[in-house]
Structure formats: C-alpha cells, structure tokens
C-alpha cells in the first residue's frame, strides 16, 4: 500500500457508534485507511487529546442569497463562516436568490454564481412553486438532490406557496426519482386568524409576534404533509420544526410507514420566548421561537429519535431589515444568523441534557448527509468517505463575540452568549480549511447527486 499523502492521528476519534485511539489515512482526499493510533507513516497531523476528531458537518438547510441578494449574504462569506463553524458541507435552499431556483436554467446561474470562491463543499436544494412541475425532472439532470416548499408565504413573492393541488402534481414525480420534498409546514389560513386579532397588540411585544404564528398552524401543516406523504410514496421531510405538537404527529406517522422525518435548529433548542426581551428582532424567526416547555419537548423528541437532524436555517438579512431601531417583530424579516455557531450552540444545550458527542454528530452530519443523498461521501469517518474532518474541544468555552464572525452581517441573537465546545481545526478532503485562527483559500466544489 502506498504511503498516504496525510495522517490524522488522534486518541480520541468519533467512528461510527464509538470515540477511540486511531489514524486516519488520507489519499487523493479520501479515507484510505483506519489504522490504530500507532500506525502513522509519513506526514501526520497530531491532535491534541482534549480534542475529539469528529465528520466535518452537513448542513442541510442554508439561505446563502446568491445570485442576487449578496447584500444579504453570498458564498464567499457563508462558506468561511461554515468552514470557521466546523461545518465541510451546506445545502444551498432555493429562495431569497435571484432567480430563485425554480427552474433548470437558475440552477445553472447559481452554478455560475460559486465562481470557485468557496470554502466548503456546496449542494443545491430546488423549488417546487405552483406550476413547475415540468422543470422537476430537469433540475434532477443537474445533480439537486429534492426540493423544498412552502404551505404559507415564503416571505417573497417570487417564491410563492403551494397548494394541496401543487403538491399533487409534484410529489408523484419526486417519489418517481428518489428525491425528497423538504416542506416548511405552516397553515396559512389559521396564521390570518390569528393575525387578524392582533391589530392593537405591541409590535414590539415578542408574545404579540408568538401569537401571530400559533403552534396549531405548524401542527395542521404537518398533518396535511403525512397525509400526502402516505397517499404519493414521496418522501417528506419537515424542516425547521419548532412546535411540539408537530413531533407526534410525525412520530406515529414514522411507526405507520409513512416516510416522513423533520429537523429542528439550534435556536429552538436554546432561547425562550419568555426571555426575549421586547424589540430584540435579531430572534426573530419562522416559525417562532416557542416557550420553555415546548423547547424541552423538543429534546425528548431528539432523545426518541422522532426529530433525526439539527440544521442552523442560516437565513441573514441586512440590519434595516431587521428592524434594530424600531424593534418592531412584525415588520422585521423573520431569520436568524448562526451558521458559524451552530455545533457549538447544540452541544452546549445538549451536553446539559446528557446527550454524548455521538448524538450530536448523527444529528449534524450523518442524518443530514443522508437527506441530501450525500451519505456515500460525506457524514462520517470511514473508508472511502471524504477526508472532511473537525478537531473539537468539546470542553472548552468561549463568548461570542461579534466581531469574530465571518456571515456579512454581525446580526445574531448569539451574540454575547457564553458557548461549550471549540472548533480548533477544519478539514476538507484531508485539506486544512480553518486553522483554528484563519480561514484558508477556497477549496470547496458544488456537488452533485445521480
């Protein structure tokens, strides 16, 4: 066997369901080997015992805006901010770039969009929007690996939500293909009554924002979703679940077969609607952060399995929208910036639970890497996969300071918060990416999926 081109050696190394002493011999970008600790010929990179190797992340739900809207954020910055994060892959979605991807011929100006300035390694999420059924099968020919929704307004016009019709058309020819629909599940209808006895509420009140986007919305989507994920075969997946009565549902729907599965994200699993403090628009997200009570069901539902993956639904925008000076919730955008802070901030909260590095690796890259049909390559330590890699502390601590961050925008609820667990070292295909001080030269690639 040739001599590898580098060797990670580390006594502590997350592979598969165990942490163990062990080298990792990298060829051409790829895992070769898995040796014991002791055997590291050649070049060999040592890591520092308190630091865990563990599978670069996947994020798999990622509003980068480019082309079109870079004033918001682009692939230059999203991707020095992933690769700082610990994070080796994203998963582009669909909108708030212009044109959104919708079609054939906008996946290939977002293709050309990357201009080979990007850190970590790139996939695409499509749109379905009513009538396109007939560009589905062409943006499959491009390497997307499904699509995401919308059941309510996406929050611009030129990605408009779907009815039950739309859905009809659609999903039979995803089920046909293997590619899955990604689903942001809110009832419109049962938002607009809401909203409609809120007209004399505080705007910077947070519980007048809460009361505009009750749970029952999520939990009426939902159930319309398992419903037409049964009927058409298609597989589903709810993304940014924040309701706690949406875990149910998707948990008897899992026993009974239907392929359906859903995500939640660090900011559901951290913040408290009874702590955001009035004007403080930079939580805003849809849907909402939701009280205490539904957060800890949250975690039981990651504890049983019923919510598989946590992803960061980066989704910037620039500071006037957000609405710092007035402070008002129902006119700002509704997005959360944190994609660089996303592993710390789960495993800060997890790690208090009880979780183990294990379950926060199977929520963030193998469970995410599978969704975008990436699992051959990406999402674990083993022979053949990427050599995407991250060097973690998961014990020491740091404070977020804005100033550190790589998104175009400073803009984030995390700001000031006190965060378990460093990424001191990035790896993409055995490359040094983030050096535990600087990003390096882009070495990202858009991927593809047949």
Request: proline letters at 6%.
């Amino acid at each position: 066997m040739s001599e590898p081109d580098l060797v990670v050696r580390a006594r502590r190394v997350l592979l598969g369901d165990a942490i163990a002493p062990a080298s990792i011999h990298i060829s051409r970008g790829r895992i070769a080997r898995i040796g014991a600790f002791e055997e590291a010929p050649g070049d060999v990179l040592d890591v520092d015992d308190r630091q865990v190797v563990m599978p670069g992340v996947v994020d798999a739900h990622v509003h980068i805006n480019e082309p079109g809207r870079t004033e918001w954020e682009g692939f230059a910055t999203a991707t020095r901010a992933a690769a700082r994060g610990g994070i080796t892959t994203v998963v582009d979605m669909p909108l708030n770039c212009i044109p959104v991807t919708t079609t054939r011929d906008a996946v290939r100006a977002k293709d050309a969009a990357l201009r080979e300035h990007i850190h970590v390694d790139v996939a695409f999420w499509g749109g379905v929007v009513p009538g396109n059924e007939r560009e589905l099968e062409g943006m499959l020919e491009e390497g997307l690996p499904g699509f995401k929704c919308f059941l309510v307004h996406s929050g611009i016009d030129d990605f408009v939500n779907v009815t039950e019709d739309d859905l009809r058309r659609a999903m039979p020819i995803l089920a046909r293909h293997g590619a899955v629909l990604l689903v942001h599940a809110e009832d419109p209808e049962s938002i607009a009554r809401a909203e409609a006895l809120l007209h004399d509420a505080d705007p910077r009140a947070y519980a007048t924002f809460l009361a505009s986007r009750p749970r029952v919305s999520e939990d009426l989507a939902i159930e319309r979703m398992v419903r037409l994920s049964g009927e058409t075969a298609c597989r589903t997946h709810i993304v940014h679940l924040s309701s706690s009565g949406g875990a149910p549902l998707v948990r008897d729907a899992k026993r009974a077969g239907v392929p359906i599965t859903a995500e939640t994200c660090p900011h559901y699993l951290t913040f408290a609607a009874e702590e955001i403090p009035a004007g403080q628009t930079p939580f805003k997200c849809c849907p909402p952060i939701r009280e205490r009570d539904n957060r800890e069901a949250l975690w039981a539902a990651l504890r049983d399995g019923t919510i598989s993956q946590v992803v960061s639904d980066h989704s910037p925008c620039t500071p006037v929208l957000k609405k710092l000076e007035t402070g008002d919730f129902m006119a700002a955008w509704g997005g959360i910036a944190g994609l660089q802070l996303g592993l710390s901030a789960v495993w800060t909260e997890a790690s208090a639970r009880g979780f183990s590095l294990l379950d926060l690796s199977r929520w963030t890259s193998r469970e995410t890497a599978a969704l975008a049909r990436l699992g051959d390559r990406k999402g674990a330590i083993a022979v053949g996969r990427d050599a995407d890699l991250v060097c973690f502390d998961p014990d020491e601590t740091f404070t977020v300071d804005a100033g550190s961050i790589e998104h175009r925008h400073k803009v984030t609820p995390w700001a000031g918060r006190t965060l378990r667990g460093v990424v001191h070292r990035t790896l993409l295909r055995g490359e040094t990416i983030y050096d535990g001080a600087a990003v390096r030269s882009p070495r990202g690639e858009r991927l593809r999926v047949s």
